[in-house]
């Protein structure tokens, strides 16, 4: 099993992967505050107008969505796959499954910005230079939703975009050397499985609930 | 602490959320009435623990890493409990 070599601070790798694990989850931790404050707002404003951000949701492409979960949870399983590799040492594998795991991660933003467009065509964007069509209910507590619904798909994707990038780095990094790069892949798999998760609380309360 | 998550199981735990989308999304042409909204989050919460557990490696982790993975969480408990208590419970 090849690990990645000990720095001197270090016991033994066992404790030295715990120590990175244990930065990664601290810099999660103020990850989900914040989207969860993003979140929050967004469940007070639902509660406040039900049958209007009912509606708007109604504007949404599910399907398309629902195929966006299921590109971003098969890139989680790839990049899990990934972390394997580099664990057991076996680079080929490794190279494999990352870049099977940055291309779902583009084919991802693909969909996505078909979806943006479509939005955008329907004039279902709140700017101020754009008109905003709305007919049903209230189109104010409607843009609501809409300023909303872009800046958490959004910033997720930005998420997305950062994470795409750290594997295109890591790709070049592991043709060009032997350096072991397990405790890069474990860390990296940690944030790419945190912006998947970010999507599995978006999607439902998006694109699902009525 | 030195078990590792087998490849068997990660794979198992993507069909086990490929089942759950399923749920979630074919729950979204029915109308449960509130069982539509707690179903879609009870489903959220079930996959997020199965990708923190298995994918993000919780389940072969030591307690340490646990806790600092919940905390987060635990405070955004408090955020959203504190503040839906509020605007669900208004005349």
């Known amino acids: ?210 | 602490m030195a078990e590792t998550i087998t490849h068997r199981s990660l794979v198992l735990t993507y069909f086990a959320l490929m089942v759950l989308l399923a749920i979630t999304v074919g729950s979204s042409y029915l109308n449960l009435g509130v069982f539509n909204i707690l179903l879609n989050v009870g489903i959220a919460v079930a996959k997020t623990v199965l990708i923190m557990a298995f994918f993000m490696h919780l389940k072969a982790s030591g307690a340490l890493v646990r806790i600092f993975a919940a905390v987060g969480f635990f405070w955004l408990m408090l955020l959203l409990v504190l503040s839906l208590s509020d605007y669900l419970t208004r005349g």
Do not use: C
């Not at chain 1, 939703?145 to 795409?164: D, E, P, Q, S």
């Open chain 1, 1 to 210: 099993m090849a690990e990645s070599p000990v720095a001197m601070q270090f016991d033994d790798a066992a404790q030295q992967r715990q120590a990175a694990d244990l930065g990664m989850w601290v810099f999660l931790a103020t990850e989900v505050l914040f989207f969860g404050g993003l979140i929050a707002g967004y469940l007070v404003y639902r509660v406040l107008y039900p049958d209007t951000f009912g509606a708007a949701s109604q504007h949404l492409d599910k399907i398309l969505g629902g195929v966006n979960t299921v590109v971003l949870l098969t890139s989680s399983l790839t990049m899990a796959l990934a972390d394997q590799a580099a664990e057991h040492g076996q680079p080929r594998r490794l190279r494999l499954h990352l870049g099977l795991t940055g291309i779902l991660g583009l084919v991802f933003m693909g969909i996505k910005f078909y979806e943006w467009h479509k939005e955008w065509v329907e004039k279902l964007v709140p700017l101020r230079t754009e008109p905003f069509i709305f007919t049903e209910h209230h189109p104010e507590h409607a843009e609501m939703f809409f300023n909303l619904y872009f800046t958490m798909t959004g910033l997720h994707a930005l998420h997305l975009l950062i994470g795409i990038g750290i594997i295109a780095v890591l790709l070049v990094w592991s043709w060009r050397s032997k350096a072991h790069l397990s405790a890069q892949i474990r860390t990296t798999g940690l944030y790419w499985h945190f912006v998947d998760v970010v999507w599995v609380f978006l999607y439902p309360i998006l694109y699902l609930i009525k």
